[in-house]
């Protein structure tokens, strides 16, 4: 008997209709609600693409005040509920605190619950590894500008928190990854929001998700110069190890996100000086692409998000210990939405596999 095709990695296997984005792996491109996500780093600030995600269109002006002013109330509300705990749910590891922080949300919490209390949780660690203690919100801030504000203590330098907020909206939403899946699983069983937060943040946390971004910055370190970026790339393939913050499941071109960070953190870094750390990362960048292209020439790898969302999140001083528990600050937006389209016209998510195991011996 011929065994049925298994999907391993469910790649390629189609389980649902989605509104909230397109992610077409040929033309590399991203849509969120129809909108190309480079109008969208331009043009909206992350509480109009929560907004955007969530009710489904872009607020108007008044609106987008009105969005600001819910998840600046809502952060307020995150710190008081997490402040008397926080010191119990503290570890070393970001993601785990995160993971307990939201936790602690009611089964009836909101989105923009969620989103603040991922906020406050992750600001709130980045301060603990510094020695601070949790700050109190500002509630009137940007939601960029009180994160950055809660993790320093200190008012953001100039464009910080527009760099920080063009990283937020670039990675609110993206299809059907790990993470947002493991979001829609749970939410398919009708489990509560924060569960299936929880389920996609616990499935971020590993290194093939949203664990890359760390690594890259291991690497540049470890190369030093861009004269040895090549010798360095071939040395690693040699050994079978992974480039991180190169290739991916669904672009078989440059992730559009990488343009967009890229461009997003060189403006940035134009008005506070040149960085040889750009000069260094595109000069491993382009090494990788070189050395990937001749080891796999039928399967284009190229830098996915995670490449500059490395220096990206460096330039903006956050600790490499916390860059995924940042990502995941923006992609709460995009589980909740998930969340909400899951439980109107989802069904419960329940493959099958192919057993392999023993059998009891026929008599
Ligand atoms: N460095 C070296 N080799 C890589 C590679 C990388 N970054 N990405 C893929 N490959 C290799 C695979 O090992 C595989 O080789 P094999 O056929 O000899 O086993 C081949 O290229 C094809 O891999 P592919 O099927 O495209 O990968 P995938 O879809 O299973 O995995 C990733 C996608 C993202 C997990 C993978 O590209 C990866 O591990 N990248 C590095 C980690 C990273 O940046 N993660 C963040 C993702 S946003």
Aim: net charge neutral; proline share 6%; aromatic share 6%.
């Amino acid at each position: 008997m011929t065994e049925p095709r298994i999907h391993e990695g469910l790649e390629g296997v189609l389980v649902a209709r989605t509104r909230l984005s397109c992610v077409d792996g040929q033309a590399g491109q991203l849509l969120a609600r129809g909108h190309a996500i480079e109008a969208l780093v331009s043009e909206v600030a992350f509480e109009g693409v929560v907004a955007l995600l969530l009710e489904g269109a872009l607020p108007s002006p008044g609106e987008l005040v009105t969005q600001q002013r819910k998840l600046g109330a809502a952060r307020s509300r995150a710190f008081e509920r997490l402040r008397p705990r926080f010191a119990a749910i503290v570890t070393k590891d970001a993601m785990a605190t995160l993971r307990s922080a939201l936790s602690l949300l009611e089964p009836d919490a909101t989105p923009a619950d969620a989103l603040a209390m991922a906020a406050v949780a992750t600001a709130g660690w980045i301060r603990e590894q510094r020695g601070g203690p949790l700050l109190a919100p500002e509630p009137a801030l940007s939601h960029a500008q009180d994160l950055l504000r809660l993790s320093s203590g200190a008012e953001p330098v100039p464009g910080a928190a527009a760099l920080l907020d063009a990283y937020l909206v670039t990675v609110a939403e993206h299809g059907f990854n790990a993470s947002t899946f493991a979001a829609r699983v749970t939410a398919s069983t009708g489990a509560d929001l924060p569960s299936a937060i929880v389920s996609g943040v616990a499935a971020l946390s590993g290194p093939l998700h949203g664990g890359a971004p760390g690594p890259v910055l291991d690497m540049l370190d470890q190369v030093r110069t861009p004269e040895r970026a090549s010798d360095f790339v071939r040395a690693e393939l040699a050994q079978g190890r992974r480039i991180m913050g190169m290739g991916h499941r669904v672009y078989r071109v440059r992730d559009p996100r990488a343009f967009v960070l890229e461009r997003a953190l060189a403006r940035y870094q134009s008005e506070e000086g040149a960085s040889a750390r750009l000069t260094l990362a595109r000069a491993v960048e382009a090494a990788a692409e070189a050395e990937l292209s001749k080891k796999y020439p039928a399967r284009a790898l190229r830098a996915n998000v995670e490449f500059y969302t490395a220096l990206l999140l460096e330039a903006l001083g956050v600790p490499r210990a916390a860059f995924t528990a940042i990502f995941a600050c923006a992609r709460v937006a995009g589980y909740a939405a998930h969340y909400r389209e899951q439980r109107e016209s989802g069904r419960l998510i329940r493959p099958s596999a192919v057993y392999v195991g023993e059998r009891p011996l026929a008599v």
